[in-house]
Nanobody
Framework: QVQLVESGGGLVQPGGSLRLSCAAS????????MAWYRQGPGQEREFVAR???????NYADSVRGRFTISRDDRKKMMYLQMNNLKPEDTAVYYC?????????????WGQGIQVTVSS
């Protein structure tokens, strides 16, 4: 099991920026496919962005062009740079990790961190 801890959330005005971080406690970070998910009030958890062990990225249509996912294998960290934030981005954001050989249902989750976009 991979231990994941998110940080960097908080309150921001519409149009503002925020950077989320996810620290992974694992011996071999390089075998993990990392991703961000979010869950807004009264909504289902949804995919936000993903970055593979090789650096290939994928984004939800709602955040493409505004959010940037990245990783630092030496530091065992994953990041989500969020720009031009909208009220619709308000949600609890979750870090997700899945070994390349594992089934999707066997992925690990952080406890989540609140991002609130409000004026």
């Amino acid at each position: 099991q991979v231990q994941l801890v998110e940080s960097g959330g908080g309150l921001v005005q519409p149009g503002g920026s925020l950077r989320l971080s996810c620290a992974a406690s694992v011996r071999v970070f390089g075998i993990l496919i990392m991703a961000w998910y979010r869950q807004g009030p009264g909504q289902e958890r949804e995919f936000v962005a993903r970055i593979t062990h090789g650096g290939t990225t994928n984004y939800a249509d709602s955040v493409r062009g505004r959010f940037t996912i990245s990783r630092d294998d030496r530091k065992k960290m994953m990041y989500l740079q969020m720009n031009n934030l909208k009220p619709e981005d308000t949600a609890v954001y979750y870090c997700n990790a899945k070994p390349i050989y594992a089934d999707a249902k066997d992925s690990s989750w952080g406890q989540g961190i609140q991002v609130t976009v409000s004026s």
